[in-house]
């Protein structure tokens, strides 16, 4: 049973995530906005939805223990900037290599990139600061929560300010595909414009949410059989299925070539998830260092930071990345051996 729910949710998540890039495309084509603030902010945030309603119920609900509650909530919010620096890069690689090959280079464009990950690495590092301060420091923690806020909507303007330049220099979002609603029902005189957009939007973020919401309800089942606890069980199976929707459009986009989408996705989901999540993290629950959060805490800005440092060098290969797949891979190997 348990795995049957595992399935249906994962092809819902399937067909919610193609039918969100899809109209994503041609919301960003329409808009005249380049692929870099089509990935890291319009596609990073709303597919991120799913997995930051995680952490946010769990911290604000009354459903069980504080403790459960409190670890749940860390677990989530550590647990995604982790999963997406680490194996989700590394699977991104796997499909790119399938369908373009070992040597092909992926062209991302760089200023974003590095835009975006300059700003994680500077938010994520604050809330790895924010773990040593004590409790009783109130002020002090409030601040660096308040910090993080900032952080992140200093980061939007210049992502958008960003945006008139790229899209003059080529770098445009463009639809590679019709938007499915009119080709469903184009025949019956569905016009292609901003409302039927947006509705096919919100048809494909609905069916992420459904899917992602049935796959975490599987993975809980699962996680009982295993045994595992609260926090590793947030830190590791949770962001597994909620950052799903992610990997699915990364994995899309770049088997269609479309490197800048594929990659601004996951790093501006990272800055999202690296700045104002653990701003909530900071305020509202424990935020200690744990064994298992700071290995969490180190692997993420040492993924971070490879990749920051591959994307300066210049040649950028699918290969490459094999390196954050090891990061997560000895993540596992600390927490579950």
Known sequence: MTIGILLVALLIIL?????????LEHLGERLKISEGVTGSIFAAVGTALPETMVPVVAILSTAGTQQV????????ILGAPLMLSTLTLFLMALF???KRGWSDELHPERTGIKRDLSWFLLAYGLSAIAIFVPHQSTWVRAMIAISLVLVYFI???LTIRASAKLVADGHG??????????RLFGRIGMPENMFTILLQLAIGLTL????AHGFVQGVEQLSVWLGLSALVLALLIVPVATELPEKVNSIIWIRRRKDTLAFGNITGAMVFQGSLLPALGILLTPWEPREEVLAGVILTLVAS?????????????????????????????????
């Open 173 to 182: 979002t463009a639809a590679s595909e019709p938007l499915f609603l009119v």
């Open 305 to 337: 930071s490879y990749l920051m440092f591959m994307t300066r060098r210049g040649h950028l290969r699918p290969v490459h990345l094999f390196f954050n797949g090891f990061c997560y891979l000895s993540y596992l190997i600390f927490v579950l051996v």
């Open 69 to 76: 509650r409190e670890e749940v909530g860390v677990g989530a």
């Open 155 to 157: 980061y939007l303007m």
């Open 208 to 211: 992420i949410v459904f899917g």
């Open 15 to 23: 067909i919610g995530a193609e039918t969100f890039t899809n109209a």
């Open 96 to 98: 790119a290599i399938q």
